[in-house]
């Protein structure tokens, strides 16, 4: 099955910084990968995603690059807030083939005043 | 659009007692829902995936006859745990996922539940 790798675990940076987070995937057969942020105790919210006939989709401060061939995909937030602190999660899942999402191990951001 | 809710939200129970957690789609249908349990700072492990009209597919490792899943509607799922045990204690959270045919403007997007903490003394 699917296994995706999601790194680093923990990652702090300065407000106004970037933060990039990047996660593997090992099926080929993936062609859906969202991007979820989850604060504590909530449930995860759906932040951006990217499907698998572009390389790169962007939304305000972040973006989501795709590299098909390497089979990784990478969460880019620019101008970080002390907001975005919140544990980040990948996932992938294959589009109609009953969509299971496998997640990646999750990022805690720190945005830091 | 496009919420989910679960009931219910935090529950507190002895070792050996059954818990059922339901998990509902507000405004939309949902053919499919999952299950998924979080540990604390860990990912969202998916348990099953729930199939309204028939019976769940559990993932490897999931003890079918200790979460019992049905689908009854296209609006609900439960999820009852049995006979639990202090390490059944975690977060469970439900995701429905919308039709394919995007009536609902949302192609295959799964929406989350907001969780239920379950508490095993």
């Known amino acids: 099955g699917e296994n995706v790798e999601q790194h680093p675990s923990t990652l702090s940076v300065q407000e106004g910084d970037s933060a990039v987070i990047k996660c593997t995937y090992s099926?080929?057969?993936?062609?859906?990968f969202p991007w979820y942020k989850q604060e504590l105790g909530k449930r995860p919210q759906l932040i951006i995603d990217?499907?698998?006939?572009?390389g790169e989709k962007k939304d305000q401060r972040i973006a989501v690059t795709l590299n098909k061939t390497a089979k990784h995909f990478s969460l880019h937030i620019t101008e970080t807030q002390p907001e975005d602190s919140a544990v980040y999660f990948c996932?992938?899942?294959?589009?109609?083939?009953?969509?299971?999402?496998?997640f990646g191990g999750g990022t805690r951001l720190m945005v830091k005043p | 659009g496009a919420v989910v809710s679960q009931h219910p939200s935090w529950v507190i129970c002895k070792s050996g007692t059954s818990v059922k957690i339901e998990c509902r789609s507000l405004?939309?249908?949902?053919?499919?829902m999952f299950w998924y349990r979080q540990f604390p700072k860990q990912s969202l492990m998916l348990m099953a995936t729930s199939n309204e009209g028939s019976k769940a597919t559990y993932e490897q490792g999931v003890e079918k006859d200790k979460f019992l899943i049905n689908h009854a509607s296209l609006t609900l799922s439960t999820l009852t745990v049995t006979s639990a045990h202090p390490e059944d204690s975690s977060f469970y959270i439900c995701?429905?996922?919308?039709?394919?045919?995007?009536?609902?403007?949302?192609?295959?997007?799964?929406?989350f539940g907001p969780g239920t903490r379950l508490t095993v003394l």
């Open positions: 996932a992938a899942s294959i589009q109609g083939a009953g969509n299971m999402l496998t």
């Open positions: 099926d080929s057969a993936s062609n859906y």
């Open positions: 405004d939309f249908q949902a053919t499919t």
């Open positions: 995701s429905a996922r919308a039709p394919p045919s995007g009536r609902n403007g949302f192609y295959n997007e799964q929406f």
């Open positions: 990217i499907r698998s006939n572009v």
